[in-house]
């Protein structure tokens, strides 16, 4: 998990509250990932970001948004709109253009309150 | 859709014992890859195999790919308490958007001492 800093590591949402987690990264790699895991599932893609200023939607994008102002910075806000968001979200990174290694970060876990 | 589904769901071994956990996929791949997740933390990379190679080994990893069969299997030899963890593969999909990878569902590997 170094280099890759999630917070926070536990968050409750009210209903129709907009909630964002944190996702810092002092590696250097331009291409950063927001993955959804649900008990006894894979990793769904949420969104990605090549470069700075940019990004694209992943499988489940409804419900949720990003920002990519920095390189070291990608933060995921899960809106209102995500009807089902309790689930354990997490950051990875990696080399631009390069899907060989992932870097994760220790996880977000995300429950309704 | 899942691109790599993991065989078995669980499995449970005793300490020393070795473990194979085996994956299968769909489409043609550019290469496979396997993480490894210990419960509530971020997923940490094992080992990558490109589609041109049948066999790789890293310490007390053993993969192999078989791209007929689209399969893989991942053997652990003798294994350690310290193994126990989910496992998950990862296909990089050969052809079209190669900016994501694809995970399964994981095999949830106990290691008993």
């Known amino acids: 998990d170094g280099g890759i800093t999630q917070s926070p590591k536990y968050l409750f949402r009210k209903e129709g509250q907009n909630v964002t987690l944190s996702c810092e990264q002092n590696l250097n790699h331009d291409a950063m990932y927001w993955y959804r895991q649900d008990p006894g599932q894979g990793l769904r893609l949420i969104y990605y970001?090549?470069?700075?200023?940019?990004?694209q939607k992943g499988d489940i994008a409804e419900g949720y948004s990003v920002s990519r102002e920095k390189k070291e910075s990608f933060p995921l806000t899960v809106t209102s709109a995500q009807k089902n968001p309790t689930a354990f979200y997490l950051c990875a990174t990696s080399v631009q253009g390069v899907y060989e290694k992932l870097f994760f970060g220790s996880g977000t876990q995300l429950s309704v309150l | 859709s899942q691109q790599g589904e993991e065989d078995p769901q669980a499995l449970s071994i005793q300490e020393g014992e070795n473990a194979t956990m085996n994956c299968s996929y769909k489409?043609?791949?550019?290469?496979l890859q396997w993480y490894r997740q210990n419960s509530g933390r971020g997923l940490v990379h094992l080992i990558l195999i490109r589609s041109n190679e049948r066999e790789k080994h890293s310490g007390r990893l053993r993969v192999t790919l078989d791209t007929s069969k689209k399969s893989s299997s991942l053997l652990i030899t003798a294994s350690r308490a310290a193994d126990t963890a989910s496992y998950f593969c990862a296909t990089d999909a050969s052809g079209g958007s190669n900016y994501k990878l694809t995970f399964g569902k994981g095999t949830l590997l106990t290691v008993n001492p």
């Open positions: 489409t043609s791949i550019n290469n």
């Open positions: 970001s090549q470069i700075v200023n940019d990004f």
